[in-house]
């Protein structure tokens, strides 16, 4: 069965450093999504592409925050500098369009001391 | 979307149903409620949505009561592998905001043998 694809699984950085995450969504899903889980909080939506535009990203810290998904397929979540607030999980999924269903990646934890 | 108000926690025993409430009394007519749960250190799962009628697949069925103001996800014969935290959530199929889903707290199921 297609899966989401994210790497790493886990990352641990000092706090102003550079970190970026990888998503590789189901073949043939047109949106992508990135969330950020606090531990013992629901996801939040941090992004949403359509194909390679961004539909949605109210909720992105864009000024320590980017994300790109240039070809429409894999994306790159990238965090500069990052904080000590920004430890959460980091989840991907997708979508086919016009579905309801998002199929979500195992996540990256990420850790900042 | 509109909000949506879950229990905090339920326990339920090997075998028999989990009935799992949820409240969203604010819904409107467009609004589709949609049901996850995410297992410990996974992703979220989908597991059913409907806008006003019943629905059943092979995980859940899911009962949406008349006015639409709360519905109840039903498993019907629950494993030790179904505890998770449930998410009910209420959101908008259309234009941008098209799949967008806003996790709250959810319900911690626990089945215990």
């Known amino acids: 069965e297609a899966e989401v694809a994210q790497s790493p699984r886990y990352k641990i950085t000092e706090k102003s450093q550079a970190v970026a995450f990888w998503c590789d969504p189901i073949s043939g899903h047109a949106t992508l999504y990135w969330y950020r889980q606090i531990l013992g909080q629901g996801p939040e939506l941090l992004v949403q592409?359509?194909?390679?535009?961004?539909?949605?990203d109210s909720q992105l810290p864009k000024d320590r925050f980017s994300a790109e998904r240039l070809k429409g397929v894999d994306s790159t979540l990238k965090i500069q500098p990052a904080e000590l607030g920004d430890s959460a999980m980091y989840l991907c999924a997708s979508s086919a369009l016009a579905r309801f269903e998002q199929f979500f990646g195992p996540g990256t934890r990420l850790t900042v001391l | 979307d509109a909000k949506t108000t879950q229990p905090p926690s339920m326990d339920c025993a090997e075998g028999r149903a989990a009935n799992l409430p949820c409240n969203h009394s604010?819904?409107?007519?467009?609004?589709?409620v949609y049901w996850y749960r995410q297992i410990h250190s996974q992703g979220p799962q989908y597991i059913i949505h409907?806008?006003?009628n019943n629905e059943t697949n092979e995980m859940a069925s899911l009962i949406i009561t008349e006015d639409r103001k709360s519905s109840t996800l039903i498993l019907p014969h629950a494993t030790l592998r179904d505890t998770a935290v449930y998410y009910c959530?209420?959101?908008?199929?259309?234009?941008?905001?098209?799949?967008?889903?806003?996790f709250g707290q959810g319900t911690i199921l626990t089945v215990h043998p």
């Open positions: 604010t819904i409107s007519g467009n609004e589709y």
């Open positions: 592409f359509q194909d390679e535009s961004v539909v949605d």
């Open positions: 409907g806008l006003k």
């Open positions: 959530i209420v959101s908008v199929a259309g234009g941008t905001s098209y799949g967008k889903l806003t």
